[in-house]
């Protein structure tokens, strides 16, 4: 298949769909595959655009047709790939954009080893409770919920070759672009100031999830 498959995990909440449209809106060639998924619309979410919102019966129906790429459990819910639609845009050369969480994203690094995973994080746990309590939308059962379900995810970033920092949209988008178009200066220097929202040390990564389940076991300590 001539196109990439791309996976971007982050914490819900953070901000990764937000960078994603911007990503898309600045650079051509990129395409978001929509989800499907049991969980309820949120107000401001249309069915076939934010996801495609389906019953059970029609979620597990479509596993045993072998309907999805992969698929998860979260938070009370099912939630999946269409295969069909990622499997069209690689052959039509499009760079695919899975915005799926970490047990989606093993099963597409086993059955895709060349996929690009990158993990999109906010600087630190203070932040994503922020970011989390600032979606209104979200009552404070589930926020706390989503700083729960983060501490289990926290663990898996040094599993993603990439590690982008979320500070600001626009910069944050651009290192996605920079990442998926394979731009040669990405890797190197490490920490450098052009390169600070990018991390792939296997150190830094492991010590940046370190810092980030201690914060939020402060932060649900407190809520
Ligand atoms: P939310 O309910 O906040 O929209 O999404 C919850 C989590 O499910 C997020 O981490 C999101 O990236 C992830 N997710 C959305 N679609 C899929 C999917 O198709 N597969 C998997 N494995 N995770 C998904």
Same mark, same amino acid.
């Given at each position: 298949?001539?196109?990439?498959?791309?996976?971007?995990?982050?914490?819900?909440?953070?901000?990764?769909?937000?960078?994603?449209?911007?990503?898309?809106?600045?650079? =051509?060639?990129?395409?978001?595959?929509?989800?499907?998924?049991?969980?309820?619309? &949120?107000? !401001?979410?249309?069915? %076939? @655009?934010?996801?495609?919102?389906?019953?059970?019966? #029609?979620?597990?129906?479509?596993?045993?047709?072998?309907?999805?790429?992969?698929?998860?459990?979260?938070? =009370?819910?099912? !939630?999946?790939?269409?295969?069909?639609?990622?499997?069209?845009?690689?052959? *039509? %050369?499009? #760079?695919?954009?899975?915005?799926?969480? @970490?047990?989606?994203?093993?099963?597409?690094?086993?059955?895709?080893?060349?996929?690009?995973?990158?993990?999109?994080?906010?600087?630190? *746990? *203070?932040?994503?409770? &922020?970011?989390?309590?600032?979606?209104?939308?979200?009552?404070? =059962?589930?926020? /706390?919920?989503?700083?729960?379900?983060?501490?289990?995810?926290?663990?898996?970033?040094?599993? !993603?070759?990439?590690?982008? /920092?979320?500070?600001?949209?626009?910069?944050?988008? &651009?290192?996605?672009?920079? /990442?998926?178009?394979?731009?040669?200066?990405?890797?190197?220097?490490?920490?450098?100031?052009?390169?600070?929202?990018?991390?792939?040390?296997?150190?830094?990564?492991?010590?940046?999830?370190?810092?980030?389940?201690?914060?939020?076991?402060?932060?649900? *300590?407190?809520?």
């Amino acid at each position: 298949m001539g196109g990439k498959l791309a996976v971007i995990s982050g914490f819900s909440g953070a901000g990764k769909g937000t960078v994603i449209k911007k990503l898309m809106e600045e650079h =051509d060639g990129y395409v978001l595959s929509v989800s499907m998924t049991t969980r309820r619309p &949120r107000e !401001y979410e249309r069915d %076939g @655009v934010e996801y495609h919102f389906v019953t059970n019966e #029609t979620f597990e129906g479509l596993v045993r047709q072998d309907g999805f790429l992969e698929h998860a459990g979260y938070v =009370d819910h099912y !939630y999946g790939t269409p295969r069909a639609f990622v499997e069209e845009n690689m052959r *039509a %050369g499009k #760079t695919v954009l899975l915005e799926i969480e @970490v047990q989606g994203a093993m099963q597409i690094r086993e059955k895709f080893p060349e996929a690009v995973l990158i993990f999109v994080a906010p600087p630190d *746990a *203070a932040e994503l409770q &922020r970011r989390l309590r600032g979606r209104d939308t979200e009552k404070s =059962d589930l926020v /706390i919920k989503r700083l729960e379900q983060a501490l289990t995810e926290v663990r898996s970033i040094p599993e !993603y070759p990439w590690l982008v /920092i979320n500070r600001d949209v626009d910069d944050c988008a &651009r290192d996605l672009d920079r /990442i998926l178009s394979g731009d040669p200066g990405v890797c190197v220097p490490q920490g450098g100031p052009e390169n600070a929202g990018i991390i792939t040390d296997q150190d830094r990564k492991r010590s940046f999830a370190q810092d980030f389940s201690g914060g939020l076991e402060r932060v649900l *300590a407190e809520s």
